[in-house]
């Protein structure tokens, strides 16, 4: 039987410079396996960088590439998937939440686990709580060359500003 379902690419970022970090990211990418009901189509290398915006230990990131059943509009699904990935965060024991500075610019700190929403097929979210493709891509290394080794033409084409 063909799966006839119409599908979403849905791109998420995960890192973790607390405990365990390798099996930090693998738990979580098992989580979201449960929590989604398939295993990713694409998953990319590991890399190893140093903390982005702040002094701490050395961050594991990856990018995976999960194929969804599209269910409702692209902003209702992306705030489904962002309350998945925050409920799984939690569950692997992270606790802080977004701290900012008197000008509202965000304070970074470590994690145990970060799962963020880098991209929704070739949609754009501009909600309060999500912004899709995610604002800093372009700026974060960690982020851009995993996303650019398992994207797809049509994130690429969809936004060439990610990748320059």
């Not at 969804?68 to 965060?89: A, F, M, N």
């Not at 880098?118 to 949609?123: I, M, Q, W």
């Amino acid at each position: 039987m063909t799966d006839k379902m119409e599908r979403i690419n849905v791109y998420l970022g995960l890192g973790s410079n607390l405990g365990e970090r390798e099996k930090n990211l693998l738990k979580a990418m098992n989580l979201m396996d449960e929590s989604f009901g398939m295993h990713p189509e694409r998953i990319s290398r590991i890399v190893e960088t140093p903390a982005w915006g702040f002094e701490g230990p050395s961050f594991l990131n990856m990018c995976v590439l999960y194929r969804l059943p599209r269910k409702g509009t692209p902003e209702q699904q992306g705030l489904e998937i962002l309350h998945r990935v925050k409920e799984i965060e939690k569950a692997l024991g992270r606790t802080e939440e977004a701290l900012f500075d008197s000008e509202g610019k965000r304070i970074y700190q470590d994690r145990i686990i970060d799962i963020d929403i880098l991209c929704y097929g070739a949609h754009r979210i501009d909600l309060p709580e999500l912004t899709v493709p995610h604002p800093l891509i372009a700026q974060r290394d960690f982020v851009k060359k995993p996303l650019l080794e398992i994207s797809k033409p049509d994130i690429r084409e969809a936004f060439p500003e990610l990748f320059v």
